[in-house]
Every structure is written in structure tokens, then in C-alpha cells.
């Protein structure tokens, strides 16, 4: 009875319950593309720091896994760090960020960091050749369409794009070493130095006897390092998304409370009816709560079929920048978070109607 009666009342007015469960659908849309981002870059970054193929990394002091840019480390420290027991190779490169703090690019020894990851494929041209020359991966040259042999404007001057690279990587626009030190005023000097050993297994006793003779310096393990790139450790990325669903859950509110009070008003002599047929005030209340939960449901079922829509315009558009992933975990935190929304702000305009008169709605006109 009381589904025929919700199916009834949202099939009598389809505009007014499909604009409802749009406008349900948009924060539910927006919690899940938020949180596609903030996996999709820390994935990215993961993915990247793994594909360098280095075994351990040693960073500068007072340094966060986060930082982007500056290089305090003394080139000297990368032979030093070759000199040490197990080490087989060491190289040094240059964060720099061109977009933000979503895109990054790296100064690079290209010899070195080829035999250290594997080497690239190139999809276009060759490493470098001239002081100007630039390597671009596959993602970034998506959001740019350009060709080896073309120029970009990176970082105040135009470069040549030499070649183009699969990503996956180390970062996604590659500059030569000692041309980026120059132009950014870093001089024998390093953002980071990789390690790579004789045995990987060897990981863990290296970074402890390099601990020791680098007090205070942040030394990981590979897989360390890229473990510390989640969503906890992230300053500030935690109340962003607390903000986020707040908004939802508002916004969730105000559109069924002023659609549901609506129905409720355009509804009052169909209340009186079923009062007088002896339908009881939780049978009613039962009936707006259900039609709310109903709107809330396709409202979550609408936002999930467009956050697939959000994640293709930006695959597409800018997927360097924004490396947008499906987080499907998440659908059900988000369904819950808008039918929380979507109940409480049905209690009203259902309690409203609950509390009818069966005579006064009788007469209602």
C-alpha cells in the first residue's frame, strides 16, 4: 500500500521529482568527484615515485613528503651516497611545480635515471639533445596535443618538446638537470636523491645505517615513502571532505524540505482522505518519509551515473593535472550522507501533514 502510494505521488508531478532527485543527484556528484581526486593524485604519485625503481629515498631536512619544489640537498651527497655499502646506483633530481600543487615537473640526470627506472618508451622522438629540450609524458601531452619537435611554454620560456614518454614514470614533464638548477637558481643542489641497491632486500638495513650517518634527514624505503601518500596524512584534505559532505547533506535537506512541503500543501485534501479512512499519523509520516528516501535513492543513483560523466570529461580534458579515479567504496558513504539529508529534511512537511485536521484538510481548497 504504501509503496503504490509513494509510486503514485511521485509519478503525479514527474517534473517536480525529477528536478528533485537532479538537484539530490549534484552534491552527491560533487562528494564523489572530490573524492575520485584526492585518490586519483595520491595514486598517481604512487604510481610515479614506484616507477623511478629506486630502492630508497632520501629527502632533506624539515622536508614533507609533500613538497614540490626547492632543492637543499648539496649535489655532493649523491656520490657520496653511491660510496655506501649495498648501493649500486644513486641520482639526484630537481622538483619544480608548473601547475600548482596537482602538476610537477623534475630535472633529471637522463642517463642515470634511465639505467635506475628501466629506460622510457618513447611514443614520440628521443631524450635530450639541447639545452631547451623538454620530455613530456602521454598524460600531460593529452591535455596539450603536441608533437615532438614542437615548443611549450614552461616555467617563464619555451622549450622544445623532444620526445614524448609513457607515463608512469617519475614526474610528468622532464627537464635536463643542470639547465633546471640553472634557470631556478639551484646550482649544484638537489630536491631529492634515489637509491637503488644490489638487493632490495637489503632496503631496510641501509636506511638504518643511513639514518646514522645523516641525523635528521627523512630516509625511506620505497615502498615507505609511497605508503605515506594517503588521504590521513594529507594536511587538511580530512576536513576539506568533512566540509564537502556537510554541504551535501544541506543541500540534500533544503531540496526535499521544500519539496516534500510543497507536496504536502498540494496534497492536503488526499491527507484528509486517507485520515478519514483511518489511516493513522505514522502511516502518513511513513508515506512522506518513504517518498523522500525514494527521491534519495535515484538522487544517489543519478550522482554515481555522473561522477562516470565527471571522470570522463576529465580523463580527457586534463588528465595530468587531475588524475580523476572511479572510488567505488565510496558510493555507499555517499548514498548514506544524502539519505541522512534527504530524512531529516522530510520530518518537517511530514510531521506537518501528519497533524492535519481530517476535516480541515477535507475542506481545504
Avoid at 614552461?154 to 623532444?162: D, G, Q
Avoid at 632490495?200 to 641501509?206: I, T
Amino acid at each position: 500500500m504504501t509503496v503504490k502510494l509513494v509510486v503514485a505521488n511521485l509519478k503525479h508531478k514527474p517534473m517536480r521529482s525529477l528536478l528533485s532527485i537532479l538537484l539530490i543527484g549534484v552534491p552527491v556528484t560533487l562528494i564523489l568527484c572530490i573524492v575520485g581526486l584526492s585518490h586519483g593524485l595520491i595514486e598517481d604519485s604512487q604510481r610515479r615515485t614506484r616507477g623511478i625503481g629506486a630502492d630508497i629515498v632520501v629527502r632533506p631536512k624539515g622536508s614533507s613528503f609533500l613538497s614540490l619544489s626547492g632543492a637543499p640537498l648539496p649535489q655532493q651527497m649523491v656520490a657520496f651516497l653511491a660510496r655506501q655499502p649495498h648501493v649500486r646506483q644513486a641520482t639526484g633530481i630537481v622538483n619544480v611545480g608548473i601547475e600548482g600543487v596537482t602538476l610537477g615537473g623534475a630535472g633529471i640526470d637522463l642517463k642515470a635515471f634511465e639505467r635506475m627506472s628501466g629506460g622510457f618508451t618513447f611514443a614520440e622522438g628521443h631524450g635530450f639533445e639541447q639545452p631547451n629540450d623538454v620530455i613530456i609524458d602521454t598524460f600531460y601531452n593529452n591535455q596539450h596535443k603536441k608533437h615532438a619537435g614542437d615548443t611549450i611554454n614552461l616555467l617563464s620560456n619555451e622549450w622544445r618538446i623532444c620526445g614524448i614518454v609513457e607515463g608512469g614514470k617519475g614526474a610528468h614533464i622532464l627537464f635536463p638537470l643542470d639547465v633546471l638548477q640553472e634557470k631556478t637558481g639551484n646550482s649544484n643542489r638537489v630536491s631529492q636523491i634515489y637509491l637503488k641497491l644490489d638487493d632490495p632486500s637489503n632496503a631496510n638495513v641501509v636506511v638504518k645505517s643511513l639514518k646514522g650517518l645523516l641525523e635528521g634527514y627523512p630516509i625511506y624505503t620505497t615502498e615507505e615513502f609511497a605508503s605515506l601518500m594517503n588521504v590521513n596524512n594529507i594536511p587538511g584534505l580530512r576536513p576539506f571532505l568533512v566540509v564537502i559532505m556537510s554541504i551535501a547533506v544541506i543541500i540534500g535537506f533544503a531540496v526535499v524540505c521544500l519539496s516534500m512541503y510543497m507536496a504536502v500543501l498540494q496534497r492536503t485534501r488526499e491527507i484528509g482522505i486517507l485520515k478519514s479512512l483511518g489511516a493513522s499519523k505514522a502511516f502518513i509520516l511513513r508515506i512522506i518519509l518513504a517518498e523522500a528516501a525514494a527521491m534519495g535513492i535515484g538522487g544517489t543513483a543519478l550522482g554515481i551515473a555522473m561522477s562516470y560523466g565527471a571522470y570522463w570529461l576529465i580523463r580527457n580534458l586534463v588528465p595530468a593535472s587531475f588524475p580523476m579515479v572511479i572510488v567505488q567504496s565510496w558510493w555507499l558513504n555517499a548514498g548514506a550522507i544524502t539519505l541522512l539529508g534527504t530524512i531529516f529534511g522530510a520530518l518537517y512537511p511530514g510531521l506537518s501533514a501528519a497533524s492535519h485536521d481530517a476535516i480541515e484538510a477535507l475542506s481545504y481548497e
